[in-house]
């Protein structure tokens, strides 16, 4: 269970804190079971995201630590693409990557989109507008829960991890 003010990751939402436990006041849900009322970080503090405690639909799990961060970006390199062998099921592949909130996962995803983009660009064709939605989901869950234990913008996250990842070569 969490505990008011933790960060956690929930499904596809992303990032969000928990602002607070217990039942709801809405008609027609039952006052014996307890929500997480969960503010979406980043989103100009509009909307709240109701989570039963003991729902299994949707992943939540605590956001990294900084050692886990630390870990995760020197095992970047490593981590190798995701494979999709149905080109009917990519999507849904895609979906399953992003509402898993699995970090390694969303990397595969990343490294995969840019292959696609690389391959097609050397043909002369743009990167398919699933690519680049998906793309830009999986960049914002990764910069998103790596910016809270480094403590930085979202936006100095790709340059930081760019910067990790040539000092070891």
Request: proline share 2%; charged share 35%.
């Amino acid at each position: 269970m969490f505990d008011v003010g933790d960060f956690v990751v929930f499904g596809s939402d992303g990032v969000c804190q928990v602002e607070s436990i217990g039942p709801l006041d809405i008609d027609g849900i039952s006052k014996d079971k307890l929500y997480y009322t969960l503010a979406p970080v980043g989103k100009n503090g509009n909307g709240r995201i109701y989570a039963p405690v003991d729902g299994k639909r949707v992943t939540i799990r605590r956001v990294i630590n900084r050692a886990e961060a630390d870990s995760l970006i020197d095992e970047m390199k490593s981590i190798e693409k995701l494979i999709i062998t149905d080109e009917k099921k990519r999507e849904e592949r895609y979906k399953q990557v992003i509402q898993n909130c699995d970090l390694r996962e969303v990397i595969q995803l990343i490294k995969e989109i840019h292959a696609r983009k690389e391959m097609r660009d050397a043909i002369g064709k743009k990167l398919t507008a699933l690519d680049e939605r998906y793309f830009g989901i999986a960049e914002n869950c990764l910069y998103s829960e790596l910016s809270l234990p480094l403590k930085m913008e979202k936006s100095q996250i790709r340059d930081y991890i760019s910067s990790r990842c040539e000092k070891d070569r």
